[in-house]
Nanobody
Framework: QLQLVESGGGLVQPGGSLRLSCAAS????????MAWFRQAPGKEREFVAA????????LYTDSVKGRFTISRDNAKNTVYLQMNNLKPEDTAVYYC???????????????WGQGTQVSVSS
């Protein structure tokens, strides 16, 4: 079992940056593909980015490519989401998720954090 705790959300102006962190408990972190999802008010939760177990492969949704970077530190059981050039449409609750196994598009995730709010506004 993996428990996930997100941090790093907040209010930022358009064009600004934030770095989200997700700390995982448990000794099997490096066996899990990790991902970030987000849910804006009145919208369905959507995939943002994912990273393979080793950190060597990543996936991004088109709207964040070139602006967001997902990374992980298996020694610290932590996954990050660096968000640059933030836009108002990035406003959402961001969730960390984990899946035992390989990275592949559209996969289901088994463990979820409680989320952290990101608000982009002037």
């Amino acid at each position: 079992q993996l428990q996930l705790v997100e941090s790093g959300g907040g209010l930022v102006q358009p064009g600004g940056s934030l770095r989200l962190s997700c700390a995982a408990s448990g000794r099997t972190f490096s066996s899990h593909t990790m991902a970030w999802f987000r849910q804006a008010p009145g919208k369905e939760r959507e995939f943002v980015a994912a990273i393979s177990r080793s950190g060597g492969s990543t996936l991004y949704t088109d709207s964040v490519k070139g602006r967001f970077t997902i990374s992980r530190d298996n020694a610290k059981n932590t996954v990050y989401l660096q968000m640059n050039n933030l836009k108002p449409e990035d406003t959402a609750v961001y969730y960390c998720a984990a899946a035992l196994g390989i990275l592949r598009p559209g996969r289901q995730y088994d463990y979820w954090g409680q989320g952290t709010q990101v608000s982009v506004s002037s």
